[in-house]
């Protein structure tokens, strides 16, 4: 094509002599737009030599040193190690909770009353102060006229009882007299009626008293039911009813809590309940309380299952203290039970090989070699175990899961036997070749990609 161009180019550029005018105008307009097309077919050609090269470059990107990669990647990697330390494991279960007031009391109204003054919902309560007034003027009244009630009976039993006592000596008397015959024995049959009479009214004097005496504690009671008091330090959490509400007896007025010492609630499934008891610490973990978290201890469960979208879960509660209030009633935290500790020397979970009733590491004895030693483990939890005999902290093992050299036997370039085994052992496809494979087949795709 260059050849053919090249002629082209003589032919249209020299105009004939023989040649018109016409013909020479014509032939410039025809020389001048061939170059164009030349530049055309030029610019194609670069772009697809571009496109080749790229192309070839990413091919052949595993073989780096053949295209000058000054900083290869090691071909081994590095077996990655732990050295052996002290430390604790733990198992533990987790479970989202809720928070309660360690203890609360629903406080309801003893009498038929106006509310003149409630105490407001947060408001900090210690114990004996107000809570709830209700209007007394109507009670105080009734407790006067059940003092005064009070009054007359116990003056109608002491003269029922003086009546009693003389009734009493006038029938002693007269039946002295019948044995030496000074009186008859109607008289003495008279005075005995009138004793009989003088006691009964006795008793129903003082049965009038005891009457009196319950009207006079009812009333008493009422007049103290108009001011409910706080029955220990704590806070108003909700109120039910407003000052100037008429409320009836046993009315709920408001609920009253202990928030300086909270109660947290989990629900926990069957399968993990068997693993818990009273006593066992338990960490409350919140957003609230940041790196921190507040202890508690478990202390109580459930004695039956409660079936929650159709699994069976049981009910495990812990106390703690909550001097700082930052935690509320109502509040999600996350229990964390400690079911299990043991101390010792520790290791990785996956650094320990288990085969049959053995357990295995793989020691760093020195720079250039491991060993395989039998050791004693613990308690595990998935993320690490105590090795209880057989390793000492300090001692470095290796993770099965890697493989490759020791961290201080990697270097950061590569032999050049290394760089012809990876080209030996790296399959290559050929474009438009009909397979691929394997050691000499992979150099000789090789070569063909180089050649084309």
Do not use: C
């Amino acid at each position: 094509m260059k050849r053919t161009g090249s002629a082209d180019r003589g032919n249209e550029g020299t105009p004939s002599s023989n040649h018109s005018a016409g013909e020479i105008q014509q032939g410039s307009r025809r020389g001048s737009q061939r170059p164009r097309r030349r530049g055309m077919r030029i610019g194609a050609l670069v772009a697809a030599g571009a496109i080749l090269a790229t192309g070839l470059l990413v091919y052949y990107q595993p073989f780096g040193p053949l295209f000058g990669d000054s900083n290869p990647a090691s071909d081994s990697p590095e077996i990655e190690t732990v050295e052996a330390s002290e430390g604790i494991v733990r198992v533990t279960i987790e479970s989202p909770g809720v928070v309660e007031p360690h203890r609360t009391r629903t406080l309801r109204s003893a009498i038929d009353g106006t509310v003149t003054w409630m105490a407001e919902e947060g408001s900090e309560v210690s114990e004996g102060s107000p809570l709830v007034r209700f209007d007394a003027r109507e009670l105080e009244r009734a407790v006067q006229r059940a003092e005064i009630a009070f009054g007359d009976g116990r003056l109608k039993r002491d003269r029922a009882a003086e009546e009693l006592t003389r009734a009493q000596r006038v029938l002693a008397e007269r039946e002295a007299l019948l044995v030496s015959g000074s009186v008859s024995r109607d008289e003495v049959e008279t005075a005995r009626e009138h004793a009989g009479t003088a006691e009964y009214n006795l008793r129903s004097a003082e049965l009038a008293l005891e009457r009196a005496g319950i009207d006079l504690e009812e009333a008493e009671e009422a007049l103290a039911g108009a001011v409910l008091s706080a029955p220990f330090d704590g806070t108003v959490l909700r109120t039910e009813a407003s000052e100037g509400d008429r409320v009836g007896r046993n009315s709920t007025l408001l609920t009253f809590g202990d928030l300086a010492h909270l109660r947290f609630s989990a629900e926990i499934d069957e399968y993990d309940i068997g693993n818990i008891t009273k006593g066992l610490p338990v960490g409350i973990v919140s957003d609230l309380l940041g790196p921190e978290n507040i202890r508690a201890r478990v202390t109580g469960m459930s004695p039956e299952a409660e079936i929650v979208n159709n699994i069976p879960v049981f009910r495990v509660t812990a106390e703690a203290e909550n001097p700082d209030r930052r935690l509320k009633p109502g509040m999600s935290v996350d229990l964390v039970i400690q079911v299990a500790r043991e101390s010792g020397v520790v290791l990785p979970t996956n650094a320990v090989r288990h085969e049959q009733d053995h357990s295995y590491v793989e020691l760093v004895e020195n720079a250039d070699s491991t060993v395989e030693r039998e050791v004693t483990t613990g308690l595990d939890n998935g993320v690490e175990i105590v090795i209880l005999d057989g390793l000492e902290p300090g001692e470095t093992v290796t993770l099965p899961e890697s493989r490759g050299e020791l961290p201080w036997q990697s270097s950061d370039a590569p032999t050049a036997q290394a760089e012809d085994e990876d080209r030996e052992a790296l399959p290559i496809s050929v474009p438009g070749s009909s397979g691929s494979g394997a050691g000499s087949g992979s150099g000789g795709g090789a070569g063909g990609g180089a050649g084309r």
